[in-house]
């Protein structure tokens, strides 16, 4: 399947390119120079390494910390010395204490246990590719976080770590459907919303009055939007009543999916629903269930 190239787009009024100073970033200046370290700003550094595959150089981390190279390198020096980044070539990467960290947290997470089985079980009964996707809200877009697979030759194709746009996919319209409304209205005013096919909607006001829908039903459906062959299928999860972060998505051929479009709005409905369950109800234990 061919597939849109994609621009990345702010949630938000402020926007923050790529390679510009991440939300909050003026504070860990002011933390560099004496005063309170916080976790987060700390957290915000390892993120910004682990979206580096090849590792990141100090002169590029103080360009997107908007951190003075000697102030940042006072932070970073303790986080080598513990073990959660190491230093290779220049380079900075995630150190064995953060892959640790990591691990443990996929063990003991039992959102993390059931997300994968439900994204299993939920492509072997469409027969379709399926995955987890999660709102980057810094960057007003999706990133597919685990994909499922089809196992035809046919089928939608789409990697970990790739993004897409909110205002054309149906994980990003589920998602979107359930933020804040001023968020919602800063979004559209601040993007450029461009045709990626001849299907995309850009009208903003047709674009609430479908966000409004998708509140409604629960799911998202595009069809040919983004990828002009393609039928998305979403439905939001959330991390507390109310709250959207992420969305189960569904890809396939436009017209294989609408030949069984209700079975398909329902079981990607009923995968989300499953692993919303263990985040707003974290003491009950939610398990996929053959039917």
């Given at each position: 399947?061919?597939?849109?190239?994609?621009?990345?787009?702010?949630?938000?009024?402020?926007?923050?390119?790529?390679?510009?100073?991440?939300?909050?970033?003026?504070?860990?200046?002011?933390?560099?120079?004496?005063?309170?370290?916080?976790?987060?700003?700390?957290?915000?550094?390892?993120?910004?390494?682990?979206?580096?595959?090849?590792?990141?150089?100090?002169?590029?981390?103080?360009?997107?910390?908007?951190?003075?190279?000697?102030?940042?390198?006072?932070?970073?020096?303790?986080?080598?010395?513990?073990?959660?980044?190491?230093?290779?070539?220049?380079?900075?990467?995630?150190?064995?204490?953060?892959?640790?960290?990591?691990?443990?947290?996929?063990?003991?997470?039992?959102?993390?246990?059931?997300?994968?089985?439900?994204?299993?079980?939920?492509?072997?009964?469409?027969?379709?590719?399926?995955?987890?996707?999660?709102?980057?809200?810094?960057?007003?877009?999706?990133?597919?976080?685990?994909?499922?697979?089809?196992?035809?030759?046919?089928?939608?194709?789409?990697?970990?770590?790739?993004?897409?746009?909110?205002?054309?996919?149906?994980?990003?319209?589920?998602?979107?459907?359930?933020?804040?409304?001023?968020?919602?209205?800063?979004?559209?005013?601040?993007?450029?919303?461009?045709?990626?096919?001849?299907?995309?909607?850009?009208?903003?006001?047709?674009?609430?009055?479908?966000?409004?829908?998708?509140?409604?039903?629960?799911?998202?459906?595009?069809?040919?939007?983004?990828?002009?062959?393609?039928?998305?299928?979403?439905?939001?999860?959330?991390?507390?009543?109310?709250?959207?972060?992420?969305?189960?998505?569904?890809?396939?051929?436009?017209?294989?999916?609408?030949?069984?479009?209700?079975?398909?709005?329902?079981?990607?409905?009923?995968?989300?629903?499953?692993?919303?369950?263990?985040?707003?109800?974290?003491?009950?234990?939610?398990?996929?269930?053959e039917r």
């Amino acid at each position: 399947m061919k597939q849109a190239t994609t621009r990345q787009e702010p949630l938000h009024e402020a926007q923050t390119p790529p390679e510009q100073p991440a939300p909050g970033a003026g504070d860990l200046a002011a933390e560099a120079r004496g005063g309170p370290r916080s976790p987060i700003r700390t957290l915000r550094i390892l993120d910004i390494v682990a979206e580096s595959h090849e590792g990141i150089g100090l002169g590029q981390l103080s360009q997107r910390l908007d951190i003075p190279k000697t102030s940042l390198f006072n932070m970073l020096r303790p986080l080598v010395t513990a073990g959660y980044l190491l230093q290779i070539d220049n380079a900075y990467i995630l150190g064995p204490e953060t892959l640790r960290l990591s691990f443990r947290a996929s063990r003991n997470s039992a959102f993390l246990r059931v997300m994968r089985p439900t994204l299993e079980l939920c492509a072997s009964r469409l027969g379709e590719t399926v995955a987890f996707v999660m709102l980057e809200e810094a960057q007003a877009r999706t990133e597919y976080m685990d994909v499922v697979e089809a196992n035809r030759p046919i089928r939608y194709v789409v990697r970990p770590g790739e993004v897409r746009p909110l205002y054309c996919t149906a994980a990003g319209l589920a998602i979107l459907a359930w933020q804040p409304t001023h968020q919602v209205q800063q979004y559209l005013r601040s993007i450029e919303r461009r045709k990626m096919t001849p299907s995309t909607e850009i009208d903003s006001d047709a674009i609430l009055a479908r966000l409004q829908e998708i509140r409604r039903t629960g799911t998202s459906v595009t069809l040919g939007e983004y990828n002009e062959e393609i039928c998305g299928i979403a439905a939001p999860v959330f991390c507390r009543p109310n709250v959207a972060f992420g969305a189960i998505t569904a890809g396939a051929p436009i017209a294989r999916a609408l030949a069984s479009k209700d079975a398909y709005v329902r079981l990607v409905k009923e995968a989300a629903e499953s692993i919303s369950m263990e985040l707003v109800r974290p003491h009950s234990r939610v398990e996929p269930k053959e039917r």
